[in-house]
């Protein structure tokens, strides 16, 4: 077990190859202010290059909020250079975490609105309690949502449903977001962590670079610059030059399970 306490927003804990991050700000619905997204990123970024981690799992303190938004008190009287800026960090910080090269799961633990949906949908499944809500109701504050909310919920739900959710600002619940395909499983509270564990879990069992590669690929579907089919044929055939493969098609020929390296 390895905790590390160098954040002052987030607590950080490696166990069982698995790298837990917790918004620590209960006292304020775990709102994303500018330090807990510098802080988010940190982490994040402390991973990508540590084979001891097979996972990454973010969820918010207490029982009430994954993360319930920006912290509004700290932009209010932000100009317009100052909220381009925090945008553009923000961009940042959730590519950042989409393009972590290891499986990221967001455990939604309660209100999961505005910059805390758009964490949320920046994380490559989202696995919901049944108390957690989401929505993106910044046309309430008179603005558009800053974290490639626009982009995301459009991508994961379909045009229709996305702008009837960004103009409105409605605010739905666990089931119906499983509905409409905004997450993954919808479990009880106390069962949240351990669906999240299993799938992580079950990940990690596979060959590392693949899953990374994975990654990879289905997030070129939507990037606009880059061809998904010409990477995904790259990559596919990179792999036949990694022990990985040799090992997963050895131990598939020979009726056992593979013992992969992640090299």
């Known amino acids: 077990m390895s905790t590390q306490n160098m954040y002052e927003t987030i607590l950080t804990e490696i166990r069982n190859q698995i790298f837990y991050v917790t918004i620590n700000r209960e006292s304020r619905m775990n709102a994303?202010?500018?330090?807990?997204?510098?802080?988010?990123?940190?982490?994040v970024l402390?991973?990508?290059?540590?084979?001891?981690v097979k996972g990454v799992i973010i969820t918010g303190a207490g029982a009430k909020a994954f993360a319930a938004g920006a912290d509004i008190a700290e932009f209010a009287n932000f100009t317009v250079e100052e909220g381009t800026?925090?945008?553009?960090?923000?961009?940042?910080v959730l590519n950042a975490l989409e393009n972590c090269p290891k499986p990221v799961i967001a455990a939604v633990n309660g209100f999961a609105?505005?910059?805390?949906?758009?964490?949320?949908?920046?994380?490559h499944m989202r696995i919901a309690s049944e108390n957690a809500k989401f929505g993106q109701p910044e046309v309430n504050l008179g603005i558009t949502p800053g974290y490639a909310?626009?982009?995301?919920?459009?991508?994961?739900?379909?045009?229709?449903?996305?702008?009837?959710?960004?103009?409105?600002?409605?605010?739905?619940?666990?089931?119906?977001?499983?509905r409409i395909?905004?997450?993954?499983?919808?479990?009880?509270?106390?069962?949240?962590?351990?669906?999240?564990?299993e799938i992580?879990?079950?990940?990690?069992?596979?060959?590392?670079l693949a899953i990374s590669s994975v990654i990879k690929c289905v997030n070129a579907f939507?990037?606009?610059?880059?061809?998904?089919?010409?990477?995904?044929?790259?990559?596919?055939?990179?792999?036949?030059?990694?022990q990985d493969f040799i090992e997963g098609t050895t131990a598939f020929l020979e009726k056992r399970k593979a013992d992969f390296k992640g090299k």
């Open 46 to 52: 402390s991973i990508y290059d540590n084979a001891g």
């Open 85 to 92: 800026r925090m945008s553009e960090e923000g961009h940042a």
């Open 222 to 242: 939507f990037e606009k610059r880059v061809d998904g089919n010409h990477l995904e044929i790259n990559e596919f055939g990179h792999f036949f030059g990694t």
């Open 149 to 178: 909310g626009t982009q995301r919920l459009t991508l994961l739900v379909g045009k229709g449903r996305a702008m009837e959710l960004l103009m409105t600002g409605d605010i739905i619940d666990a089931k119906e977001a499983h």
């Open 32 to 43: 994303l202010n500018i330090q807990t997204l510098s802080d988010i990123k940190n982490a």
């Open 113 to 123: 609105l505005g910059g805390g949906c758009e964490l949320a949908m920046a994380c």
């Open 200 to 208: 992580i879990t079950k990940i990690a069992a596979k060959a590392p």
């Open 181 to 197: 395909g905004l997450v993954n499983h919808v479990v009880s509270l106390d069962q949240l962590m351990a669906k999240s564990e």
